[in-house]
C-alpha cells in the first residue's frame, strides 16, 4: 500500500528560558493511502505538537516527515505553505470559518492561494465538496446561519476542495453534541470508503472506536498502535434515542401521530 | 499568487467590515478632500488677482527715477531731475518692443469748482497714457499732441472728482474748473475703474497735458515717471532691456555707474504678487496635508487593530496555504484599497466644495489636474506606507499561535 506519512525517529525540542522541553522524543510510524488512524493522548502528551509538524505547521528539530514522498523538514516556511496548500486539508474544532462570508466563498479558500486554478474551476470544485458534505443547498449561507454541524461540514468542504492527500482533523468533534459528533464521525467513515486518508486527533476514546487505528502517546511518546475493530458511525447515530427538541420534524410527526 | 486573487481577496476582507471601512476612509477622505479644496482655492484667488492686475495691463512698463549720490550725499529720488520728456521720444524712436509712451509729472492741486473744492491728484501726460493705463473716456475726449504742444489748460478727470466737485448733476463737460489757480477746461470724463488691488482709488484722477503741469504749474522742465506700453507680454522683458540701455545713454552715465532710473513692469508686480499668495496657497495646503497625514494614521490604527482582532483568519489562511508575502499583501492591499478610494470620494467632495466657495465668492473655479494627479498618489502612497507596519506584523505571525489565538 503507499505510504501517505512516514515519520522516522522525530524528535522535537522547545527551549522554555534554560529548560529544554522534549515534547517528542523520537517516535516513528507510517500512515498507508485510505487509512483512518486517530492519534490520541491527553493533554502534554505532545499530541498537539506531533499535529502541528504533521500539518507542517512546525518543524521536527530531529529526524525525518515524509509526506507523500517529500522530506519536510528541510523546507523553507513558504515551501511549508505549498505543501500545506496541495497535500493537507485541515478541520479544526472551533471550524474558523471566516464570519460574513458565504459557505461557498469559505470552502474557495484555498484555491485563491493556488495559481494554477482558475475561478471558474475553483468555483465548480467549492461547488463539488459542498455538495460531497451534504450541503448544496447551503452554499450562500453565511456562518450563523448555519448549526455548529453545518459549519463543521463547510470547514470539512474547505478541506477537500484541494483535493488533500490527507485530512488532518484536530478534535474536529470538540465542540459538537453527541449525535452531531457521530454525523460529522459518519461523514469521515464516508469519506475514508472513498479513498481519503484521515488523521484525526482527539483525547475521546468513544471518537476514536470510528477510526481504524489508533496511535496513543504518552509524554512524548507512542504507547500504543494498533488497529481496531472500526465501529460504523452510522449505525452509533440510529441507536441514539430521538429527541424531540433536536428534531422538530421528528415531533412534528409525534404531535401528529399523537 | 495571481493579482486578481490579491484583490479579490482583500476586498472581501474590506465587505466584512463595511462601517469600519467607510469610518477608516472618512480621515483619508478630509484629508484629501481639504488638500484639494485649498490648493483649488488658493488657485482661484491667485487667478482672481492676476485678472485684476491684467486689467490694468500686462504690458505695462514704468520708468521711476532712482535714487542718487551727488558728491557723496545720497539725494534721494524726489530730486533727481535727470528724467526728461525727450527720454519718451528717444525710447520710442530706439526701441521697436515699445508701442507707447508718455511722460507723466504728478502735482497736487486744490480742484475748485463753485462752492465745491477737492484735492486734486494731478497727472500731467501726454495723449497716449489713457491707453498705456487702460482708461476709457465715457464722454468728451482726450487730450491731444496740440493741447501737450501748445500746454494746453484743458483736463480729462475721473468719477471721483466728478461726483465730488458736480453734486447737483451739472454736465462737467465744457466746465472751467481750477486747478490751485489755473482755470483748466475739462474736456472729457473717464469710465469708472474702481480701485486696484491696493484698495487705491483709480477714479480720482485728473488728466492734464504735461507740458501744462510742468510749465504753468510746476516750473519744471522733468518728468517724475515715464508710463510705457511693452508691444506684447511676451516682450516685456525686452522693452525693459532697451529702456535702460537708451536710458543711460541719453543720461550719459559712465560703465559701472549706476541708474538714475529704474524700470519697472507690472508683471514684475503681478510676479511679486502671486508668490504672496502662492505662499498662502502652500500654507493652507500644508496644514490641510497634516489632516491627511492624521487620516493616514487612522487608517494604520485601524488596521493595527484589524490584525489582532483578525489574528485567526490570518491563521487560518496561513494553514490553507497562505505565504508571508500573500498575508503582507493582503493587509497592504487592504490598506490601499481604503486609502485610494478614500482618495477618490475625498476629490469629489474636494472639487466639489472650491466650486461651491469659489461660485459663492465669485472667483474664478480653478481645477488643477496635478494637484488631484499628485493626490491620488499620495494617497496610494499612504495607504502602502500605514499598512506596511500592520500588514508586517500580520505576515510575520506564527501560524500555530495565530490559529489558537483567542
Given at each position: 500500500m503507499e505510504t501517505i506519512i512516514k515519520i522516522e525517529k522525530l524528535h522535537r525540542e522547545f527551549k522554555m528560558g534554560s529548560e529544554t522541553v522534549r515534547a517528542l522524543k523520537g517516535i516513528s510510524f507510517e500512515i498507508h493511502k485510505g487509512e483512518f488512524v486517530s492519534i490520541m493522548g491527553t493533554s502534554g502528551s505532545g499530541k498537539s505538537t506531533l499535529l502541528n509538524i504533521l500539518g507542517c505547521l512546525d518543524k521536527p528539530s530531529a529526524g525525518d516527515y515524509f509526506i507523500d514522498g517529500i522530506s519536510v523538514s528541510k523546507l523553507s516556511r513558504d515551501e511549508l505553505s505549498t505543501i500545506r496548500n496541495r497535500k493537507i486539508g485541515f478541520v479544526f474544532q472551533s471550524y474558523n470559518l471566516l464570519p460574513r462570508t458565504s459557505a461557498l466563498e469559505n470552502v474557495e479558500l484555498p484555491l485563491l492561494y493556488n495559481n494554477t486554478v482558475s475561478s471558474d474551476e475553483r468555483r465548480e470544485r467549492a461547488i463539488n465538496a459542498l455538495t460531497q458534505v451534504g450541503l448544496a443547498d447551503r452554499m450562500h449561507h453565511t456562518p450563523n446561519q448555519l448549526s455548529g454541524g453545518q459549519q463543521q461540514r463547510v470547514a470539512i468542504a474547505r478541506a477537500l476542495v484541494n483535493d488533500p492527500v490527507m485530512l488532518l482533523a484536530d478534535e474536529?468533534?470538540?465542540?459538537?453534541d453527541t449525535r452531531t459528533s457521530y454525523e460529522i464521525m459518519s461523514l469521515f467513515q464516508e469519506l475514508n470508503s472513498k479513498g481519503k486518508t484521515i488523521a484525526f486527533v482527539t483525547h475521546e476514546p468513544d471518537i476514536a472506536i470510528f477510526t481504524s487505528r489508533t496511535i496513543m502517546l504518552r509524554d512524548g511518546n507512542i504507547v500504543k498502535d494498533e488497529g481496531i475493530k472500526t465501529l460504523s458511525a452510522r449505525a452509533a447515530l440510529d441507536k441514539l434515542p430521538v429527541s424531540e427538541d433536536y428534531d422538530i420534524t421528528v415531533g412534528i410527526q409525534n404531535e401528529i401521530e399523537n | 499568487m495571481k493579482f486578481r486573487n490579491h484583490i479579490k481577496i482583500a476586498w472581501q476582507a474590506l465587505l466584512r467590515n463595511k462601517t469600519r471601512a467607510l469610518l477608516t476612509m472618512l480621515g483619508i477622505i478630509i484629508g484629501i478632500g481639504s488638500v484639494i479644496a485649498m490648493v483649488s482655492l488658493g488657485q482661484s484667488s491667485t487667478k482672481g488677482i492676476s485678472s485684476e492686475i491684467s486689467s490694468m495691463g500686462t504690458n505695462a512698463v514704468m520708468v521711476m527715477r532712482a535714487s542718487q549720490t551727488e558728491g557723496g550725499v545720497n539725494i534721494g529720488s524726489g530730486n533727481v531731475q535727470t528724467l526728461k520728456a525727450t527720454d519718451v521720444e528717444a525710447i520710442l524712436a530706439g526701441s521697436s518692443n515699445i508701442s507707447m509712451a508718455s511722460p507723466v509729472v504728478k502735482a497736487s492741486k486744490q480742484i475748485v469748482y463753485g462752492a465745491n473744492n477737492w484735492p486734486g491728484a494731478i497727472s500731467g501726460v501726454n495723449e497716449a497714457y489713457l491707453e498705456i493705463n487702460k482708461y476709457e473716456i465715457a464722454s468728451g475726449s482726450n487730450i491731444t499732441a496740440d493741447d501737450v504742444r501748445n500746454s494746453a489748460k484743458v483736463c480729462v478727470i475721473g468719477k471721483t472728482v466728478v461726483d465730488n466737485l458736480f453734486k447737483n448733476g451739472?454736465?462737467?463737460?465744457g466746465t472751467v474748473i481750477r486747478l490751485g489757480r489755473i482755470p483748466v477746461k475739462i474736456i472729457g470724463i473717464l469710465e469708472s475703474k474702481g480701485q486696484n488691488m491696493m484698495g487705491m482709488d483709480q477714479d480720482d484722477i485728473v488728466i492734464l497735458p504735461y507740458t501744462t503741469v510742468q510749465k504753468?504749474?510746476?516750473?519744471?522742465?522733468?518728468?517724475?515717471m515715464i508710463s510705457a506700453s511693452a508691444v506684447s507680454e511676451n516682450v516685456s522683458d525686452l522693452a525693459v532691456a532697451d529702456i535702460e540701455s537708451i536710458l543711460r545713454r541719453t543720461h550719459k552715465i559712465m560703465e559701472g555707474n549706476d541708474d538714475d532710473f529704474e524700470v519697472r513692469t507690472q508683471q514684475q508686480i503681478l510676479d511679486m504678487l502671486s508668490t504672496v499668495t502662492d505662499m498662502l496657497t502652500i500654507l493652507l495646503a500644508a496644514i490641510a496635508a497634516i489632516s491627511l497625514l492624521v487620516g493616514g494614521i487612522g487608517i494604520m490604527n485601524i488596521m493595527y487593530v484589524t490584525v489582532t482582532e483578525r489574528t485567526r483568519e490570518i491563521g487560518l489562511r496561513m494553514a490553507v496555504g497562505a505565504k508571508n508575502k500573500d498575508i503582507l499583501t493582503q493587509f497592504l492591499f487592504e490598506s490601499t484599497i481604503l486609502s485610494i478610494a478614500g482618495g477618490i470620494i475625498g476629490m469629489f467632495f474636494g472639487v466639489g466644495l472650491s466650486f461651491t466657495v469659489s461660485t459663492l465668492l465669485d472667483w474664478a473655479f480653478v481645477l488643477n489636474i496635478p494637484t488631484i494627479a499628485v493626490s491620488f498618489i499620495v494617497c496610494a502612497a499612504i495607504g502602502m506606507f500605514f499598512g506596511w507596519y500592520p500588514a508586517r506584523k500580520a505576515a510575520n505571525l506564527d501560524p500555530i499561535n495565530a490559529l489558537r489565538y483567542e
Open positions: 474536529a468533534t470538540g465542540n459538537l | 451739472e454736465n462737467p463737460l504753468r504749474m510746476l516750473a519744471i522742465n522733468y518728468l517724475h
